[in-house]
């Protein structure tokens, strides 16, 4: 595991641990690992990798970060790089974007 924090190689260490003791595909719960890349867990022989709540919680704090920027500074900077009303409808329908 490269350029991680000393916590995120643990978890590497850990993750190729339990993978070669199993014997059977590990699945990994990685949204709280922000030093751990998808090829790192793969390397250690994670076969599924699960966020769990971190998309989620990445939403509520880009929300609780815009509110806090409107209210202390009353600008709009956090709607830089927003998705377009075009993009975003176009989630919503069976093409996509």
């Known amino acids: 595991m490269t ?3 000393g916590s995120d190689a643990y ?8 993978c070669a003791a199993v014997g059977r595909p590990v699945n990994v719960l ?3 690992s922000p030093g ?4 790192e867990l793969a390397a250690a ?4 990798i699960s966020l769990g709540s971190a998309l989620a919680r990445a939403a509520l704090s880009a929300t ?9 500074h ?6 830089r ?16 974007v």
């Open 3 to 5: 350029e991680s924090s």
């Open 11 to 18: 978890r590497g260490h850990a993750v190729r641990a339990v």
């Open 30 to 32: 990685a949204g709280s």
């Open 36 to 39: 751990v890349t998808v090829a």
């Open 45 to 48: 022989g994670a076969r599924r």
């Open 64 to 72: 609780l970060a815009a509110g806090r920027e409107l209210a202390e």
């Open 74 to 79: 009353g600008t709009f900077g956090f709607s």
């Open 81 to 96: 790089g927003v998705l377009t009303y075009a993009e975003a409808n176009a989630l919503w329908t069976e093409d996509g």
